[in-house]
């Protein structure tokens, strides 16, 4: 395997000094480029995009491509590949957003519920894995990620996305039992699917939950950082040791302490958060990533730029920061835009990083 040219991100994630913040986005390859929207409809629509190994390296080095500054790419999958991989059916309904055929909502359906064969069943995304590796010719790393337990557990039982949380929630007080198998076995299947994704050579993972700040204070420490914590540490035991990894809990603030003990190398921050105060609370224990609007990109570049420098002025000196968003860039962003916000990363960065 080629060496890195460009490790900052990961030195970022262990603490160790770079000479800049690195940087990059979620949903960096996506909608609001124009290149994508091609690709898409090449392949006829995003499912099939996620189940071609060809056009899914396509895509994920397009951003690549276009911004020179980014210092790491991500797999261009989705979370909900395992669910699916389960055998509730996924689909996306156009302009609606991602559904279930069968969504886990009776006891016996739950019972029943399998982990996949991960070699057989998500082959075309450790596929893709291996084929972006190839073609990235270690330019940047590569971050694998899956969903948490409970952010996948959401859609499976809900159904659909943009719902409030009722049916999942209402099980998680009436059958509370019958929510945590369904986590458990998750829990595992999201465990077999990253060793399989660092197997196949991805250099980080993330764990998208993008859902656990709907859960009460109690709700989250039962529901959903446990299982992101045993995720973790079974990658330890299966020999993943070196592998570096961000949790990321949306809405998730107010637990950074609880988060910051689970055993991950650095914590994901919306924009809610102050990563000053974030720094203060956990910075010895863990690198932060983020935590610029998404929605700052629909502004003024002076905007973005102020933004930006605002941020990194907050977290302060020294590393242990990966710049990034609070959440996806949504798809109405001028890829310019996206332009200022890295320009102005590289360049005003420095000065927290000279000795
Ligand atoms: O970050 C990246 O560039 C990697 C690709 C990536 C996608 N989804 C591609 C995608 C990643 C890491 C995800 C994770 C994901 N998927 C999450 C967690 C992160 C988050 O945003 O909170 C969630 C909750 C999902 C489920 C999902 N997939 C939803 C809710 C949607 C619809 C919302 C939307 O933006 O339309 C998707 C679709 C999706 N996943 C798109 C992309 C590029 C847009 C689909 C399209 O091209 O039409």
Excluded at 65 to 72: F, H, N, S
Excluded at 105 to 112: C, F, P, S, V
Excluded at 217 to 245: A, C, D, R, T
Excluded at 315 to 332: K, M, P, R
Aim: with cysteine; glycine share 8%; aromatic share 10%.
């Amino acid at each position: 395997m080629a060496t890195l040219q460009n490790n900052y991100f990961l030195k970022a994630l262990r603490r160790e000094p770079t000479p800049y913040t690195p940087v990059w986005m979620m949903r960096q390859a996506g909608r609001y480029l124009p290149e994508y929207r091609a690709t898409r409809k090449k392949a006829g629509d995003f499912l099939s995009l996620c189940k071609n190994p060809d056009l899914a390296t396509e895509v994920t080095l397009q951003p690549l491509d276009r911004y020179p500054l980014l210092d790491a790419s991500i797999l261009f999958s989705d979370i909900l590949t395992v669910p699916d991989a389960m055998g509730l059916g996924l689909y996306f309904a156009e302009g609606e957003g991602p559904k279930f055929e069968r969504p886990l909502r009776e006891e016996i359906d739950i019972q029943k519920l399998k982990i996949p064969d991960v070699a057989y069943d998500l082959k075309y995304v450790i596929d893709a894995v291996s084929q972006i590796k190839k073609a990235l010719q270690g330019r940047v790393p590569l971050i694998g990620f899956a969903g948490s337990p409970w952010t996948l557990a959401t859609y499976m039982v809900e159904g659909q996305g943009g719902t409030d949380f009722l049916t999942i929630k209402k099980m998680a007080y009436t059958r509370p039992d019958l929510l945590h198998h369904i986590l458990k076995t998750t829990t595992e299947a999201v465990t077999q699917y990253l060793h399989a994704q660092i197997e196949a050579g991805v250099d980080a993972i993330m764990i998208f939950d993008s859902w656990g700040g709907a859960l009460s204070h109690q709700g989250y420490l039962e529901f959903s950082l446990p299982y992101i914590k045993v995720i973790l540490s079974n990658l330890k035991m299966m020999g993943n040791k070196k592998i570096p990894s961000i949790i990321f809990t949306k809405g998730g603030g107010l637990w950074l302490q609880d988060q910051a003990e689970v055993g991950a190398h650095a914590l994901g921050l919306d924009w809610q958060t102050d990563i000053g105060m974030a720094r203060q609370k956990v910075g010895h224990q863990v690198a932060l990533q983020g935590n610029l609007d998404p929605a700052i990109l629909l502004s003024k570049p002076e905007a973005v730029e102020k933004e930006v420098k605002s941020i990194l002025d907050s977290y302060g000196q020294g590393s242990g920061h990966i710049f990034n968003l609070g959440h996806g860039i949504t798809e109405h962003t001028p890829p310019e835009q996206v332009d200022v916000m890295l320009k102005t990363v590289r360049e005003y960065s420095q000065q927290f990083h000279m000795k």
